[in-house]
């Protein structure tokens, strides 16, 4: 079992910064990815970004790609989000998942095993 919990969210002005951080415990992250993902009122859960814990090879939607950057702390079993240059449209609950096994698309929700609670980000205009 895993637990996640994701931190650092809130509301800052249109091109301010904030960093997420998701937390592990339970389990390490030793073989898998970390997902981002985030959830707008009214619209599907989309993915943000993700990170392998082996190399560390990170992926991007292509909607914040060169603002946002995942990367990951082995010793704190902690992965972070740092957002940059945010938009209005970037408003949304930040969610970080890990899946249960290898395998899957990690950039698909439904690879997707562990889910923290999310963190709100409001970005102001």
């Known amino acids: 079992q895993v637990q996640l919990v994701e931190s650092g969210g809130g509301l800052v002005q249109a091109g301010g910064s904030l960093r997420l951080s998701c937390a592990a415990s339970g389990r390490t992250f030793s073989r898998y990815h970390v997902g981002w993902f985030r959830q707008a009122p009214g619209k599907e859960r989309e993915f943000v970004a993700a990170i392998t814990w082996v190399g560390g090879s990170t992926y991007y939607a292509d909607f914040v790609k060169g603002r946002f950057t995942i990367s990951r702390d082995s010793a704190k079993n902690t992965v972070y989000l740092q957002m940059n240059s945010l938009k209005p449209e970037d408003t949304a609950v930040y969610y970080c998942?890990?899946?249960?096994?290898?395998?899957?698309?990690?950039?698909?929700?439904?690879?997707?095993?562990?889910w923290g609670q999310g963190t709100q980000v409001t970005v102001s205009s």
């Open positions: 998942a890990a899946p249960s096994a290898s395998g899957g698309s990690l950039y698909s929700s439904g690879s997707y095993v562990y």
